[in-house]
């Protein structure tokens, strides 16, 4: 069996690092095609190492360049490797251009593709992170999702419920081993002058640092949470514009605000393990934030990580300076709220993603499941159907009984269950896809 890993930015090459360590656990062959999305060949190459992971066997180095571009080249890169290689599965992993590139070109070559992160929804199109999303989930053969929650945003949009595993993040793998390595060779926190209330702080997306009356909301907000000391590793787009906007020399003057350049993402580890809490509008950070136990403020309005809301590790504040600076206030001092955001419960799992991945993905090779082919059988859509269950019998049960129907969605009252194969369906309503012949 051959596995290829398609990575694009440092995030997807973080959260795959547990996933490679698996599959070379297991003696699997592999292949790691790395697009070069953000780095040059010399940056790259060094994150590899920090990461004490093997060098990619291919690196398609496309830059920074516009989408399209990107996009194109990307996929014209891909398929050329995939063909010349032609692996059982590729997984890709989140939101990134190189996921879509990866996940059509795969689509287009009949070849299975398994998303890492699968069903994620901010439920906003102007993201193009939920175009990119949405493009691989609709090119996917086996969704790896990291809570219930992502996998019923899957069944609503038609996905077969027994292709979607809920498995957890690798986020939480990747914390856990990366935290480690991090312990062991960074010395960034010992460099920085640190006290009691460390607030970190990470800003980059253009919805934030493209628009001014926003960028202003949140420096001004900055300047008045004078009581904790404010780590800012300054991205290179939004130092740009705070220059351009007039708001960096207030910045850098007040004695409250350390910004420094960008960090490695070791160094940032480690950083945040030393924070109070942390302020940001990356997705990937609310992830690390739960997993690390830390408070998390997300200036968005929005999120495709709404379980961490849900779970109480993360609050949702938007850009308005006065909800910034009493949220902030009101968790640095309420003991009891802060306790509560420190012990709120990770809905990502504990650290065994990556194994639960590998092993649904070598027994889909076994059973033959990863092989796309034509249909030789006359199947048809008979339709769907609304029915109302009253005898005692669960979903795995109900399908073999009605070999011609699969159970998409469970109402239990008002609400939404997915529907777990051991799930009892008992006085509950379900939405049922009939096919005129069996189905497998």
């Not at 009356?213 to 780590?231: H, M, P, Q, S």
């Not at 200036?299 to 600076?325: C, F, M």
Request: hydrophobic share 40%; charged share 25%.
């Amino acid at each position: 069996m051959k596995i290829a890993f398609i990575v694009g930015t440092r995030p997807e090459i973080i959260k795959m690092s547990p996933l490679i360590d698996e599959v070379k656990k297991k003696g699997v062959n592999y292949i790691l095609i790395h697009t070069g999305q953000h780095y040059d060949q010399e940056m790259s190459q060094q994150f590899f190492t920090d990461l004490e992971l093997s060098q990619p066997d291919y690196n398609i180095g496309v830059g920074s360049t516009t989408q399209g571009k990107q996009t194109a080249v990307m996929l014209e890169g891909i398929e050329k490797i995939l063909l010349n290689e032609t692996p059982d599965i590729i997984l890709v992993e989140g939101d990134t251009n190189a996921v879509m590139a990866g996940a059509i070109a795969s689509s287009k070559l009949h070849l299975p593709l398994g998303h890492v992160e699968a069903g994620l929804r901010s439920f906003d199109k102007t993201m193009p992170e939920e175009i990119n999303r949405m493009i691989a989930d609709a090119c996917s053969n086996l969704f790896f999702v990291p809570t219930e929650e992502s996998a019923i945003n899957l069944i609503f949009e038609g996905i077969n419920p027994h292709n979607i595993h809920i498995t957890g993040n690798t986020i939480v793998d990747a914390c856990l081993r990366n935290l480690k390595i991090a312990e062991k060779n960074s010395n960034l926190v010992s460099k920085l002058d640190l006290g009691e209330n460390i607030l970190t702080l990470t800003i980059h997306r253009a919805e934030n640092v493209d628009d001014p009356k926003r960028l202003k909301n949140i420096t001004d907000a900055l300047l008045e949470l004078n009581e904790v000391t404010i780590i800012f590793p300054v991205h290179p787009r939004t130092r740009k514009n705070l220059v351009k906007f007039g708001f960096y020399d207030s910045l850098e003057e007040a004695k409250h605000i350390q910004m420094i350049n960008p960090v490695g993402y070791l160094d940032f580890l480690l950083l945040l393990s030393h924070s109070k809490l942390v302020l940001t509008d990356s997705g990937g950070i609310q992830e690390e934030a739960i997993t690390l136990n830390l408070p998390c403020i997300t200036l968005r309005y929005n999120t495709e990580r709404p379980e961490t809301v849900t779970a109480g590790g993360n609050i949702l504040v938007g850009t308005t300076k006065k909800v910034i600076v009493d949220n902030v206030k009101r968790i640095i001092s309420d003991t009891q709220l802060y306790q509560k955001m420190i012990n709120a419960p990770n809905p990502y799992g504990s650290g065994e993603t990556s194994e639960k991945i590998v092993e649904i993905i070598l027994k889909s090779y076994n059973d033959r499941k990863l092989i796309i082919k034509p249909s030789e059988e006359f199947i048809s859509h008979d339709g769907w159907y609304l029915q109302k269950i009253d005898e005692n019998i669960n979903v795995s049960e109900y399908e073999t009984n009605n070999n011609n129907s699969l159970i998409r969605i469970v109402f239990d009252a008002d609400e939404v269950k997915y529907p777990h194969p051991l799930l009892s369906l008992k006085n509950k309503t379900v939405i049922i896809d009939r096919f005129n012949s069996k189905i497998s």
